[in-house]
């Protein structure tokens, strides 16, 4: 199974500054035809996960455009620019090049 | 609007069965895979099965393989998973998706006592 690695583990950040999530697998995620399948989910307290980016970089509909992925191969980035009150929860990254489908142990953001 | 909604999900014991269902709506069903993510108490979250668009191709992780079978009825809108030989350690809140996770339902609670 393609292990996800995720840093930190705990991000305590200050309103308005930026944030940024590692995540490394144990493998490529390049998939055959030619796409990266690495995603970005958010769970807030209380609620389902909400995927927030998926191949890499691309930002699914609704997401803030603070929200950024970068990333190639085995290394990848979860980036916000600016993180809001509403940024608080639990950040995963997801590989869904392989199966089973894999999640990182998550990063828990705090505002300071 | 695009949803998904969970049911089937609560307390049974150890060595039980259980059936989850998952209704979807706003979306053509048919057109998409569709999968079991589950989240056991303060954890993190893991894929248990999937399966594609016509129902022929099933893919479950290893913990999970010969207990649990994953189905969908397309003319209902449905997903199904069909829990066998629960075990504690399946206690976790059951989430269907859509694809790579574009879409989760709200969840369902599966509690096995030993």
């Known amino acids: 199974d393609v292990v996800m690695t995720q840093s930190p583990l705990s991000l305590p950040v200050t309103l308005g500054q930026p944030a940024s999530i590692s995540c490394r697998s144990s493998?490529?995620?390049?998939?055959?035809?030619?796409?990266?399948?690495l995603n970005w989910f958010q769970q807030r307290p209380g609620q389902s996960p909400r995927r927030l980016i998926y191949k890499v970089s691309d930002r699914d509909s609704g997401v803030p455009d603070r929200f950024s992925g970068s990333g190639s191969g085995t290394d990848f980035t979860l980036k916000i620019s600016r993180v809001e009150a509403e940024d608080v929860g639990v950040y995963y990254c997801m590989q869904a090049t392989q199966w089973p489908h894999t999640f990182g142990q998550g990063t828990k953001l705090e505002i300071k | 609007e695009v949803q998904l909604v969970e049911s089937g999900g609560g307390l049974v014991q150890r060595g039980g069965s259980l059936r989850l269902s998952c209704t979807a709506s706003g979306f053509t069903f048919s057109n998409y895979w569709l999968g079991w993510v589950r989240q056991a108490p303060g954890k993190g979250l893991e894929w248990v099965a999937k399966i594609n668009q016509d129902g022929s191709e099933e893919y479950y992780v290893d913990s999970v393989k010969g207990r649990f079978t994953i189905s969908r009825d397309n003319a209902k809108n449905s997903l199904y998973l069909q829990m066998e030989s629960l075990r504690a350690e399946d206690t976790a809140m059951f989430y269907c998706?859509?694809?790579?996770?574009?879409?989760w339902g709200q969840g369902t609670l599966v509690t096995v006592s030993s």
């Open positions: 998706a859509r694809g790579g996770g574009a879409i």
């Open positions: 493998q490529s995620l390049l998939y055959s035809d030619g796409n990266t399948y």
